[in-house]
Each structure stands twice: as C-alpha cells, then as structure tokens.
C-alpha cells in the first residue's frame, strides 16, 4: 500500500534562495507533522496539522519557515532565504487522527544549502 | 515534558536476544511509553507502545517496569535487518496542545554483528 510519500528526496540551494518541499501523507490521515532530523541528531518537531487547521507552529526555527496544508492532504513546507544551518533532512509524518496513534514517517528531503 | 535516557550504543551477534533500556524518572501518570526505530536512510518507524503494563507485538516486547521510570525493548532474535537508531518517547495521552507530536532523543545505535 502507498505510505508517506515525500519529494525531492534530494535538494541542494545556494544561500538565500527559497525552496518547497512536499509531502503527500497517507490518505484519509488527518493528522500531518513535520520534523527537522540535523546530521546525527534525532528528528526535532517543527509544525503541527489537523485536516487543514496549523495547531502547533511552535517548533519553526524562525519566521523564514511557513508550512500549509489548504485541503487538509498535501502539505509543503518552505523555506525563505534559506541559509546553511537550514541543512538537515526534513521529515513529514502522519496519523489516522489526533490520538496516540502510530505515525508513518516518509523517507524525508535532504535539503543541503551552499 | 517528561525525558528519557538511553545508552548511546549498543552490539549484538545476530540471532541472539536485544534488551534496550531506557530510563525515564519523571514520567507522568498519563505519559505512554513509545519506542520508534530509524535505519539508515529511511524516516523513523513505529515499533511498539504501551503504558502499564507489558505489551508484545509481532516486532518486539516492551517490557514496562512496575514504578514505569524504566522500561525496556526487546528484540527477541536479532537480524542484521535490526540495526539501526532505536528511540525510546514518552507520548502524552491526547488532550492539552501536545496533539500526540514526539519528541526524540539521542537513541540508541543498534549494531548487529553477523
């Protein structure tokens, strides 16, 4: 069956320029996160979704990150004026609905920014 | 929220029982214990949950201990497929705004010798 699906799995930015990374989550799930993984760290939460609602932004590093979800599927997550420290692997999960469900977890972007 | 603590590595020999342990002393009366696995290259994935009591699933036991500031995952025959990033995450049960996201440590390295 079709799991998280994430796209690219590979970016590479120079510093400064924006970048959109994409998540298509299980479908029928309801709940939508997404987490920063940096190189040997474990993944870090950043923002929060329930159907198209943004209820947890609390994790964005700083305002040059935004996420939507405007119908409740596919979400993206952009990144303005990206800088180097923006390197990581961005992973995008998702859940049958806000309970402590299991969260499937696509295979993340890594963005490298230069 | 509540931490947990965990040994940074661990070794197996292949085909031999795993116990990973984790510690978590200040974990609340509505924390459930989660343990989720990342291998290389791929996003995290789901292994086994619980709360009081032991649990067993076709992946893994957890086995809870009965004050629950520990509990510990057991592989039962490790494979070379076992290796990987084993995290141990305390979940709050739904309500408040934590809307069931995880909040990962450092893990655990599982190396699995042949």
């Known amino acids: 069956g079709a799991g998280v699906s994430q796209s690219p799995r590979y970016k590479v930015a120079k510093r400064g320029q924006d970048v959109a990374l994409r998540c298509d989550p299980i479908?029928?799930?309801?709940?939508l996160f997404w987490y920063q993984q940096a190189l040997g760290q474990g993944p870090e939460f950043l923002t929060y979704?329930?159907?198209?609602?943004?209820?947890?932004k609390s994790g964005l590093p700083s305002d040059r990150f935004f996420a939507e979800r405007p119908e409740g599927s596919v979400s993206t997550l952009k990144i303005q004026r990206t800088q180097q420290e923006d390197s990581a692997v961005y992973l995008c999960?998702?859940?049958?609905?806000?309970?402590?469900?299991?969260?499937?977890f696509g295979p993340g972007t890594r963005l490298t920014v230069l | 929220d509540a931490k947990t603590t965990q040994p940074n590595s661990m070794e197996s020999n292949e085909e031999e029982p795993v116990h990973l342990p984790c510690n978590h002393s200040t974990i609340s009366g509505t924390d459930y214990i989660h343990w989720y696995r990342q291998l290389p290259s791929q996003g995290p994935e789901y292994v086994i949950h619980?709360?009081?009591s032991n649990v067993n699933n076709r992946m893994a036991s957890l086995a809870i201990a009965e004050d629950r500031k520990s509990s510990t995952l057991i592989l039962h025959r490790a494979t070379l497929r076992d290796a990987a990033v084993y995290y141990c995450i305390l979940r709050r049960s739904a309500g408040g705004t934590s809307y069931g996201k995880l909040t990962f440590g450092q893990g655990t390295i599982l190396t699995v010798h042949p």
């Open positions: 979704f329930q159907n198209e609602a943004q209820l947890d």
């Open positions: 479908s029928g799930h309801v709940s």
């Open positions: 619980g709360l009081t």
């Open positions: 999960a998702s859940s049958l609905d806000y309970q402590l469900r299991e969260q499937f």
